[in-house]
């Protein structure tokens, strides 16, 4: 499957942040921090204008270099702040930066915990500009979860780690469903896939006691057959975010899971001294959690992100997880997700 | 144990909400909602001056009715907010009895999710007095957690439900260990815990992404060979919350683990189509969750909340818990939490 072939609903005009984007990577130290705007880059290419990279950028999404003016010049409507670090903060590059755009005309959308309107320097440029900064790290304001069960049929991606391919994956499926003629929804939880979408929860960012609540918000029953098809978080076995992953698992009380995996990652996503749980480990734990708000969970399939061996060592891994768990198991970048759909198919027919 | 006999550090007389207390109901529906109230009126109560209640309270905590001015009258310097509701609102009632109190000259502290200060009103009452407003649920900040192990012995409580008696576990083993001479501190996570202590964690108000480096934050190294007793919070088997009690249990690290229980509760607390797990089901997950930061967790016992049932059934209830898990089963109202104790010495020597 070719990304770029993947059918996203336009962001909305009036959202007050409108395409063409200008995507900011600041200082990026590394691909994983920029992942916000390389997703951005890979499911909107044709809202995305250019790039804007500070002195010690260490990514390059392959888009043209340009300063604000300039990309105001070509028609840029909006500033993506896309880079993302532990903790969400902006550091007084990233604040010199975004002023520099509002300068130039530019409204800002950011996926920091950190709020641009509580940079004064940022609120009074936008101020004077008459534009808008847009937080996608801002929840809605919904209830407690109720663990009610709801219509409609919901498939989630689980992971053994963070950053592991979850987004992508769920992307995906959602887009397979579609050609097929299914009706599915992506349903975004993460800034990257709320700026893809134009729509979604921040769920990293919502209050402790709402984190099953937002989901259910997020998700409410449907009657027309279809699927929505949500975007995993974290993982159970992260020690620092794995009450984010149960409280999702709760909230979406899903149907269907797909389990993400990278073959060869050497601990978890910045935790050195913690390994990776074996997917039998990890699917285990997902579907007992899983089974408190929908006892008729079952897995569907095994996503592995192979991106760091060969198509033939990409194979062998396919078939050996597929093995070992019973589950088609695809690496969606490589091989799409026509198996993993199957499975849907045949179980939820 | 009888609670008035408990040792509670005093609040620090420079923390802005100072003793003595009025004690707020307001129009308390129940015993539930007025959980806090009742907490800081039976762990302190040398503190308690009075309560103050609406003309549909539903609730007594045997303490004399008095206004605010009455209150101020006889030497209150702050009023307590101690009632709770699912969401945390604050109803115009509350502001206007809130306003009152300002008026009268009390300090006000409140767990509410709703802020005093975001209500104009309570907001210009203050500021008109140079009173402190207090809100026990706006949350330190604090980084993401790092499931790194630290120095110093930990003791959690978790629970098969809500509101079952976690907090009052925590705070008789506290004092239990430190009757022993053992060096023992109370870790609030809840409202009412951070009004007895003084100070604390409200857990259910932290960001999501934090959870787990908030409880980091509040029960760092020690090296005095001393203990942290830790306020549990929720259910892993709670639709609702279950996101906190995991980030809490992956904070804590805790070695040890006590199991809080009401026989005979006919639901989850708030969901009535959700049945409790049975008491092995709540331990076994709650231990395996545990491990992922702290391999050796043990649990330690099981404290029954028996406050419905005669003594004859509560000793039956405690003996054959006893018999069924091989730990110590107390109910800690009744029969304080001595064998328990004993169980940590004997594990932890």
């Not at 072939?5 to 590394?30: C, F, Q, R």
């Not at 995305?48 to 105001?72: E, H, K, S, W, Y």
């Not at 109720?146 to 991606?157: F, N, P």
Request: glycine share 10%; proline share 7%.
């Amino acid at each position: 499957m070719n990304a770029a072939s993947l059918l996203i609903e336009p962001v909305k005009p009036d959202n007050g942040w409108p395409p063409p984007y200008l995507l900011y990577l600041g200082d990026a130290p590394d691909e994983l921090s920029a992942k916000t705007a390389r997703g951005v880059a890979q499911f909107r290419p044709e809202a995305c204008i250019g790039q804007f990279r500070g002195p010690n950028c260490q990514v390059d999404l392959g888009l043209p270099d340009m300063t604000p003016a300039d990309a105001c010049a070509k028609g840029a409507r909006t500033m993506l702040v896309g880079v993302a670090n532990a903790g969400g903060r902006m550091d007084p590059a990233s604040v010199a930066h975004v002023v520099q755009a509002l300068e130039a005309g530019l409204n800002v959308a950011s996926g920091l915990h950190a709020l641009l309107a509580d940079q004064p320097a940022i609120a009074a440029a936008a101020q004077a500009r008459g534009l808008t900064l847009f937080d996608a790290r801002v929840p809605p304001a919904t209830g407690v979860g109720t663990g009610l069960r709801r219509a409609g049929k919901r498939l989630l991606t689980v992971g053994t780690d963070c950053s592991i391919g979850k987004m992508y994956t769920t992307l995906v499926i959602a887009e397979e469903m579609r050609r097929r003629g299914m009706r599915a929804d992506f349903r975004a939880t993460g800034q990257t896939g709320i700026f893809i979408a134009g729509q979604g929860v921040p769920l990293d960012a919502v209050v402790a006691d709402f984190i099953s609540g937002a989901i259910e918000w997020l998700s409410p029953e449907r009657h027309d057959g279809g699927w929505d098809v949500i975007e995993g978080q974290g993982s159970l076995f992260h020690a620092s975010f794995a009450g984010v992953t149960l409280g999702l698992l709760h909230g979406a009380q899903p149907d269907a899971l797909v389990l993400c995996h990278e073959p060869g990652r050497p601990h978890m996503r910045g935790l050195k001294h913690y390994p990776l749980p074996s997917l039998m480990t990890a699917l285990d734990a997902s579907l007992s959690a899983a089974r408190l708000t929908n006892p008729a969970v079952r897995a569907v399939g095994v996503a592995l992100n192979t991106s760091k061996v060969d198509d033939a060592e990409a194979e062998r891994l396919c078939r050996e997880t597929e093995d070992r768990l019973g589950l088609p198991t695809q690496d969606p970048l490589r091989h799409g997700v026509g198996r993993i759909v199957d499975e849907v198919r045949e179980r939820f027919p």
